[in-house]
C-alpha cells in the first residue's frame, strides 16, 4: 500500500522560499516514480517535477527555482521552492507512479495536498 502525506505549505511574499515535505511508505521499490504536482486556482492540474534513481525532470515553469530532493533513509520527498511567484499559488501535491518516469508519468498515488500560497 502506498500513503504519501505532505507537509510544509503556507503563505509567501514573492520572491520568499518554502519547502515541502512529503512522508512515503510502500515507495522504496526502485520502479517507482516520484513526483511533485500542483493545481492552482481555476487552472488545470501541473506536474511539475518526477524523480527516480536515474534522473530528475522539472517543468520549466519551475525549473531553476524549485529543487526536488529525496531521504531515502527517512523515505521523506522534499519541495525546495525558491524565488516564488504568486502564480505559484497552488496545492501541491506528492506523487508515485510505477514504471515509466517523467513528467507525463501516471501518477496513480496522490497525497492530500498541502496549500502554497503566493502574495504580491
Known amino acids: 500500500?502506498?500513503?504519501?502525506?505532505?507537509?510544509?505549505?503556507?503563505?509567501?511574499?514573492?520572491?520568499?522560499?518554502?519547502?515541502?515535505?512529503?512522508?512515503?511508505?510502500?515507495?522504496?521499490?526502485?520502479?517507482?516514480?516520484?513526483?511533485?504536482?500542483?493545481?492552482?486556482p481555476g487552472k488545470e492540474e501541473e506536474v511539475i517535477a518526477s524523480m527516480n534513481d536515474a534522473r530528475t525532470t522539472?517543468?520549466?515553469?519551475?525549473?531553476?527555482?524549485?529543487?526536488?530532493?529525496?531521504?531515502k533513509v527517512e523515505n521523506t520527498l522534499y519541495l525546495q521552492m525558491n524565488s516564488l511567484k504568486p502564480e505559484d499559488t497552488s496545492v501541491y501535491y506528492c506523487a508515485a507512479a510505477r514504471g515509466y518516469c517523467d513528467l507525463g508519468?501516471?501518477?496513480?498515488?496522490?497525497?492530500?495536498?498541502?496549500?502554497?500560497t503566493v502574495s504580491s
Do not use: N, P
Request: aromatic content about 10%.
Open 1 to 40: 500500500q502506498v500513503d504519501l502525506l505532505e507537509s510544509g505549505g503556507g503563505s509567501v511574499q514573492a520572491g520568499g522560499s518554502l519547502r515541502l515535505s512529503c512522508k512515503a511508505s510502500g515507495t522504496t521499490h526502485s520502479s517507482f516514480c516520484m513526483g511533485w504536482i500542483r493545481q492552482g
Open 58 to 71: 522539472y517543468a520549466e515553469s519551475v525549473k531553476g527555482r524549485f529543487t526536488f530532493s529525496q531521504d
Open 105 to 116: 508519468a501516471d501518477f496513480h498515488w496522490r497525497g492530500q495536498g498541502t496549500q502554497v
